[in-house]
T-cell receptor, first 113, second 115 residues
Framework: AQSVTQLDSQVPVFEEAPVELRCNYS??????LFWYVQYPNQGLQLLLK??????LVESINGFEAEFNKSQTSFHLRKPSVHISDTAEYFC???????????FGTGTRLQVFP | DVKVTQSSRYLVKRTGEKVFLECVQD?????MFWYRQDPGLGLRLIYF???????EKGDIPEGYSVSREKKERFSLILESASTNQTSMYLC??????????????FGPGTRLTVL
């Protein structure tokens, strides 16, 4: 069965510092991985996804994540965060070959000035 | 732009009431989902529908039912609301690409309080 572990429930960081949000998954079949972001008082929106091809995927606002099969990880990174990146971030893995997702418990990123 | 709307942002109900949460999407998506979001637990799937009148139980279906009579609308029903159903409810939709799972698009959520 698939599962997702987000090891950090909260990550405080100063503006312009680098950040890494960790995500580990378990899956016995082909792996499809997602990061979603939830800004305060909003629904979730897709940040980036890995379906196939290059193991490094990027978002339009400077985040990137690398699919690492040997370490079963899909960590999210940004070299320099902004106040507006303050949000909750959810890692998710597809359930087998279905359209369903299993979500991690979320990491709250708080960026301080 | 894909739009998923939910009928209420905030809802307060009494224990034992029947509660309807409505979700509408405008992108002709086959798949629709209902999740509940609780602090420290992330998102948990309640029910999933992959076509009109078709539904599948998620991880926590107890105490809930769903209805999908039209492609664009997916309703979550709490037959007899209880205090442990106080939560944020999120609806999502996605297209059904048989090769790979598609992006799920989420509504803004309904915060339900059961007193």
């Amino acid at each position: 069965a698939q599962s997702v572990t987000q090891l950090d429930s909260q990550v405080p960081v100063f503006e312009e510092a680098p950040v890494e949000l960790r995500c580990n998954y378990s899956s016995s079949v082909s792996v499809y991985l997602f990061w979603y972001v939830q800004y305060p008082n909003q629904g979730l929106q897709l940040l980036l996804k890995y379906l196939s091809g290059s193991t490094l995927v990027e978002s339009i606002n400077g985040f990137e994540a690398e699919f690492n099969k040997s370490q079963t990880s899909f960590h999210l990174r940004k070299p320099s965060v902004h106040i507006s990146d303050t949000a909750e971030y959810f890692c998710a893995v597809a359930v087998g070959y279905t359209d369903k997702l299993i979500f991690g418990t979320g990491t709250r990123l708080q960026v301080f000035p | 732009d894909v739009k998923v709307t939910q009928s209420s942002r905030y809802l307060v109900k009494r224990t034992g009431e029947k509660v309807f949460l409505e979700c509408v999407q405008d992108m002709d998506h086959e798949n629709m989902f209902w999740y509940r979001q609780d602090p420290g637990l992330g998102l948990r799937l309640i029910y999933f529908s992959y076509d009109v009148k078709m539904k599948e139980k998620g991880d926590i279906p107890e105490g809930y039912s769903v209805s999908r009579e039209k492609k664009e609308r997916f309703s979550l029903i709490l037959e007899s609301a209880s205090t442990n159903q106080t939560s944020m409810y999120l609806c999502a939709s996605s297209s059904r690409d048989r090769a790979q799972p598609d992006t799920q698009y989420f509504g803004p959520g309904t915060r339900l309080t059961v007193l």
